[in-house]
């Protein structure tokens, strides 16, 4: 069993959630077998280790972290790697992974490109 | 003749700036005709009235703003609207609008879910 985490930013108004839920809402919709969560680095819960150790709880060994963040920035290059270090030393016989950030998906910058494209007509 | 802006956050390191050139790049690969530039709200060039001012210079009179955020924040309730107002007050006949942000375009949540799909499979 695979799961995947879509970690993203946070905000203080709890809204900030609802496109990332809306993305996990499709997911799901188009693989009803997978686990998949949303994390966020703050503001809003679940925390990424609380959702780590949900899954872990839940029987999951492979997680696949997808930043909903349009690049690198240092959310994805220090603070995500301190807490997945840290999911590591916790969880024993955990295989965590961190995939491109959506917005060095090619796939997903056409479809902005696309979407401004038609925005702008 | 209609003008698209990429309205970003911006962050203190100017590699965050390319995931949104790259779009601009694509934007640009499809349809060559159009005048699209990137905006951010701080720490990159240009800022979003540098780049309405360099637009109405050039003779766009027609602007829609796309902002690449993935949900309503603050940014683009409070300061997007504020620094639109002031851009009409400087630049008589632009006509400027706002388009939903990439979070909430369909579209584009389709293609993150595919994306974050595939990356965790």
Redesign the interface.
Known sequence: M???I?F?HG?R?P??????L???A??LA??PQ?R?EAAFLEFIAPTLPEAIASLVADGQREI?I?P?F?????HTKRDLPALLDAARARHAGLTVRV???????A???????????S???
């Open positions: 695979k799961a995947i879509l993203a905000a108004n809204d900030w959630a609802q496109p990332i809306a993305i996990r499709v997911m188009r693989r997978i998949v696949t997808v909903m349009m690049a690198q920035t240092g995939a491109t950030p959506i917005g060095e998906a796939s997903v910058v056409a479809a902005i490109a696309d979407y401004a494209l925005a702008g007509a």
